[in-house]
């Protein structure tokens, strides 16, 4: 599946820490330095997740009350209910895991386990001459139009999704582009899948699964998959979208063959962040994810609990290689290095009571299994060490102190308002000064604080900062995909396959044809062939442990390559009303949806 880069919180919830660090030297000496880091970040192993992954209010089966109508607040309605187009998003995520098959469904630290809903047996039952996957289905599972879910539904996804067909507008081929046949397998009820190439991740495949109706023909997956489902194999079904409610209306599946849900209908409803407090205290609203400033009025709110973890998903800042003044990777450790990500963790995740230590991982978080810190590789933050590195990259300090001061041009949190923030003692080379602009969007105080901080800590350093606010709707679009930025803070989901999932975003840029650089969805435009050869190493390896190794040692170069900062693992804050049963903060976990509901 495609992953959403967000501003602010990815839309991707399940499609969101630490141990100590040492210097990479610096100089003509940084390349060894950091191969130096490297090898030890590698070395200090993986463990289980550190952290709690999801905060719900579980209620037993037994204590949920039978009926009932959940109203979950979105931020908007769906534009597509594909999963597998590039405009999915988070929205599109929940839809399908409540009404199509999937194979496997993740727990809250983000590891996959089939679903004996859909799949009785799934293993590799081959390696040679080729790797082969065995699905064994569930008997009963049905789509909602009378027919079974078998092979034909896997081959016809495979078929639209591997990118053999340009006539299929798909986010992308990952994984079902190993494949080299699908067929029935020996047994009843068994699907066998081939791979051309070692595969690790299979388990990410056929996750949602659409009907062979969808994905037989390019019309109905490009166009009529966007409003309509016609048919579904989950607890629920999509009873209607309506664009002028803002709504997507789920009911129960009257041909659903698994534990029957507690709820008689759920109700997507697109509400304005903004105003989801006000919402849930006049009753309007059942469930809804807020942001932490809303936190005094939501707890001011009777019959309303809080409930916090991290997300599937991280904030980080992106330096982009391709500006004339970072092109020069002594450049971007220095900006790397000025910045105390401990003070910025501690200030957004402290407050909300969630463990505050900063990222140390690009490919897996706190929360999951397996986490490690590979910071190292870069090294902790020094501000002595950022001024050698500026000095050895030909930056020299001015002796006259100015005093550090911030200009803007009136409201701060508005599209266009332009904060500068000039260092005490400015670094300069042939003249110029270091002058680095940080775009962020205008409605997110949470970033608007982080960039403040970093702002201010680049300029202990000497470096100038312009902090840049642009609208919300541009700032993907025209700022970070387009690379017009220096700086910029944005968010990636997590994800329980970082060999496939994570490829596009830290894979080395390449020149397109036309003479301009192909980045895919490494918006910091910084890579090395070496990431690339772990990162596909790691995803044709079916031997976990091993897997592991070369998925930490990729984490250690991109740390190295000085792109992609990680700040913290983003925090998670829904409200909800008392009576709500099974619902909150659920990181990773795929919601269960057969037991939402309310309480007896």
């Not at 340009?166 to 791979?195: C, L």
């Not at 009753?283 to 019959?303: I, M, S, Y």
């Not at 910045?339 to 991982?361: C, H, Q, S, T, Y």
């Not at 913290?568 to 009303?577: C, F, I, L, M």
Request: net charge neutral.
């Amino acid at each position: 599946m495609n992953r959403s880069v967000s501003p602010a919180a990815p839309r991707t919830a399940a499609p969101a820490t630490t141990a100590s660090r040492r210097a990479v030297r610096i100089a003509v000496a940084l390349t060894a330095g950091a191969l130096l880091g490297l090898t030890s970040a590698c070395s200090s192993g993986t463990h289980s997740a550190t952290v709690p992954g999801a905060d719900l209010a579980k209620v037993a089966p037994a204590k949920v009350r039978d009926g009932g109508t959940l109203r979950w607040a979105v931020d908007s309605l769906p534009r597509t209910l594909n999963a597998y187009q590039s405009d999915a998003d988070q929205d599109t995520t929940t839809i399908a895991d409540a009404t199509l098959p999937q194979m496997f469904t993740l727990d809250q630290h983000g590891t996959p386990h089939a679903d004996a809903d859909f799949v009785t047996k799934a293993e590799v039952t081959a390696t040679e001459p080729r790797q082969v996957v065995t699905y064994t289905l569930n008997p009963k599972a049905r789509w909602s139009d009378g027919r079974a879910v078998g092979v034909a539904d896997f081959a016809a996804q495979w078929k639209a999704l591997n990118g053999r067909n340009s006539a299929y507008w798909t986010a992308g081929a990952a994984g079902y582009d190993r494949i080299s046949a699908v067929a029935a397998g020996k047994e009843a009820h068994q699907v066998q899948v081939t791979f051309a190439t070692p595969y690790a991740d299979w388990r990410s495949l056929f996750s949602p699964l659409y009907p062979k109706a969808v994905t037989a023909d390019p019309d109905a997956f490009n166009d009529g998959a966007r409003t309509k489902l016609p048919a579904v194999a989950g607890p629920f079904a999509v009873r209607a979208v309506d664009a002028k409610a803002g709504t997507v209306t789920l009911t129960r599946n009257g041909a659903w063959w698994g534990e029957r849900p507690k709820l008689d209908t759920i109700v997507l409803t697109a509400v304005p962040r903004a105003q989801r407090a006000a919402q849930l205290a006049a009753g309007k609203l059942d469930v809804a994810e807020v942001d932490p400033g809303a936190l005094p009025a939501v707890r001011r709110t009777a019959g309303v609990a809080v409930h916090t973890a991290p997300a599937a998903a991280y904030a980080q800042l992106a330096i982009n290689g391709t500006s004339p003044s970072l092109t020069d990777e002594r450049v971007r450790h220095a900006v790397a290095r000025a910045i105390d990500r401990k003070a910025i963790a501690k200030a957004v995740l402290g407050p909300l009571g969630l463990p505050d230590e900063p990222l140390g991982n690009h490919l897996v978080l706190p929360s999951q299994q397996g986490y490690a810190d590979h910071s190292s590789a870069l090294g902790d933050q020094d501000v002595e060490q950022a001024q050698a590195l500026l000095a050895d990259a030909g930056w020299q300090r001015s002796t006259a102190k100015t005093g550090e001061k911030a200009a803007g041009n009136g409201d701060t949190s508005a599209a266009g308002a332009l904060t500068v923030v000039e260092p005490a003692r400015a670094v300069t080379k042939s003249g110029k000064q270091l002058t680095l602009r940080m775009v962020l969007p205008a409605d997110s105080p949470t970033l608007d604080d982080v960039g403040g901080r970093i702002a201010r800590m680049l300029s202990g350093i000497g470096v100038r900062t312009e902090i840049s606010k642009v609208k919300d709707d541009s700032y993907f679009q025209d700022h970070i995909a387009s690379g017009d930025f220096d700086l910029a803070l944005y968010s990636w989901p997590g994800t329980a396959y970082p060999a496939t999932d994570d490829m596009p975003i830290f894979a080395k840029p390449v020149p397109a044809p036309d003479g301009s650089l192909s980045v895919a969805q490494n918006y910091s435009r910084v890579g090395t062939d070496q990431i690339d050869q772990l990162l596909n190493r790691a995803g044709a390896e079916l031997d976990a442990s091993a897997a592991r190794d070369l998925t930490a040692q990729a984490d250690s170069r991109i740390w190295a390559a000085a792109g992609s900062i990680p700040l913290y693992q983003r925090p998670e804050v829904v409200a909800q009303r008392t009576t709500v049963a099974n619902a909150g903060a659920f990181g990773f976990q795929t919601p269960d949806f057969t037991t939402l509901g309310f309480t007896k």
